[in-house]
């Protein structure tokens, strides 16, 4: 009965691999940078994918995605790095923000790689947009919206 009850689950597990595998996106869409990525680039469906992940996860992925080498896109890393910081640091940003200075709003800047001489001006920009960034509910539109804020200021 063991055997049998394995054999079904199994069974079923391959099912749904396959029927998957044609929906499924691309490797580098679904796990992310790494050296799994590299291995599978030209290989769609769940079980490239998860073969692509066991193999990132036990190849120093976290390295890889945290300098942006190793298959990741460019900018990738510093643009996932801004991310998190908006998603930890959002009322604080939006305080910030609204007031013209302080360290979280400093450090943002600088993460986008405003130039010193520009950083000013940039704060001055995202003080006077700072309704339509906080109008939007998640960290990905507040991004989006700041990046449009300061391109003008980013070398």
Not at 11 to 32: C, I, K, M, P, Y
Not at 98 to 120: F, I, T
Request: hydrophobic share 45%; glycine share 6%; aromatic share 10%.
């Amino acid at each position: 009965m063991k055997k049998i009850l394995t054999n079904v689950v199994f069974s079923f597990f391959l099912t749904v691999v396959v029927s998957t595998s044609a929906n499924a996106s691309t490797t580098q869409d679904s796990v992310g940078c790494g050296i799994g990525t590299m291995i599978f680039q030209n290989s769609n469906g769940l079980l490239w994918s998860l073969f692509a992940l066991t193999t990132n996860t036990t190849t120093f992925n976290t390295v890889s995605m945290t300098f942006g080498i190793i298959n990741c896109p460019a900018g990738a890393s510093v643009r996932g790095r801004i991310a998190s910081f908006i998603e930890f640091n959002k009322p604080e940003l939006a305080i910030e923000i609204a007031q013209g200075k302080g360290d979280h709003l400093a450090a943002l800047v600088e993460m986008y790689g405003v130039q010193e001489s520009n950083r000013v001006a940039a704060i001055t920009a995202l003080k006077f947009n700072q309704i339509s960034i906080f109008s939007h509910q998640t960290t990905d539109e507040i991004q989006v919206e700041m990046d449009k804020t300061l391109q003008a200021f980013v070398s």
